[in-house]
């Protein structure tokens, strides 16, 4: 009796310690995935921040050249308008985005400085034309972006402040396609103008 007690005894212990060790091997991994899962998480709300610096850094610039080159009374407010509520934006994401150690740039992206070198070269009717065409893509690509984040944002703070901001980022969609549907309009107006002032001018040449 006292030797299958004892073997039962040794058997017992040598279960105990795999199921420890399993434990052990278990928690091990839970604590080894933690912080990746975290850093996935903080990835997608840094990429958020990234692009919306971005993007808020180009509408200010291009709300300043609406100001100084815009014909239309419309996209000279428009313009003011991204300048004033994207600087505040920005101010705002730069301070979330000190609080959360994520570095933002300072810089235009290459696209937008693409695209500012491009407007800056218009002027009258045609730079109207083209900004609101662009502004509309931006909106829309901001609005997007926007709403992903305030769906599907890890962090609370940063999914909080793109829930607060998407509301402007949207009226700011809406009054880009009501000016670009006029400004369409007075490009096709100018185009026809121009064509018709250069044909009445070669036709004269030939007489």
Same mark, same amino acid.
């Given at each position: 009796?006292?030797?299958?007690?004892?073997?039962?005894?040794?058997?017992?212990?040598?279960?105990?310690?795999?199921?420890?060790? $399993?434990?052990?091997?278990?928690?091990?991994? *839970? +604590?080894?995935?933690?912080?990746?899962?975290?850093?996935?998480?903080?990835?997608?709300?840094? $990429?958020?921040?990234?692009?919306?610096?971005?993007?808020?850094?180009?509408?200010?610039?291009?709300?300043?050249?609406? $100001?100084?080159? +815009?014909?239309?009374?419309?996209?000279?407010?428009?313009? &003011?308008?991204?300048?004033?509520? @994207?600087?505040?934006?920005? $101010?705002?994401?730069s301070g979330l985005a000190s609080q959360k150690g994520v570095t933002l740039p300072s810089d235009l992206p290459a696209a937008e400085k693409a695209t500012y070198d491009r407007l800056s070269k218009l002027s009258g009717a045609a730079f109207d034309h083209a900004y609101m065409q662009d502004m509309v893509k931006d909106h829309q690509k901001d609005v997007s972006l926007f709403k992903s984040e305030s769906t599907s944002?890890?962090?609370?703070?940063?999914?909080?402040?793109?829930?607060?901001?998407?509301?402007?980022?949207?009226? @700011?969609? &809406?009054?880009?396609?009501?000016?670009?549907?006029? *400004?369409?309009?007075?490009?096709?107006?100018? *185009?026809?103008?121009?064509?018709?002032?250069?044909?009445?001018?070669?036709?004269?040449?030939?007489?």
């Open positions: 009796m006292r030797k299958i007690s004892l073997t039962l005894g040794l058997v017992a212990a040598a279960g105990l310690s795999v199921a420890a060790v $399993t434990v052990d091997a278990a928690a091990a991994r *839970t +604590a080894k995935a933690a912080p990746k899962a975290a850093a996935a998480k903080a990835a997608g709300d840094t $990429t958020f921040m990234t692009k919306a610096a971005g993007g808020g850094l180009a509408e200010v610039k291009l709300g300043q050249l609406a $100001t100084e080159k +815009a014909q239309s009374a419309d996209v000279k407010s428009f313009g &003011q308008m991204m300048v004033d509520d @994207h600087s505040k934006a920005n $101010t705002e994401l944002g890890k962090d609370g703070d940063t999914k909080s402040w793109a829930s607060k901001t998407l509301p402007t980022l949207e009226k @700011h969609l &809406q009054r880009a396609r009501e000016i670009a549907g006029s *400004t369409a309009n007075a490009h096709a107006a100018n *185009t026809a103008h121009t064509a018709r002032a250069a044909h009445a001018a070669h036709a004269a040449k030939s007489h």
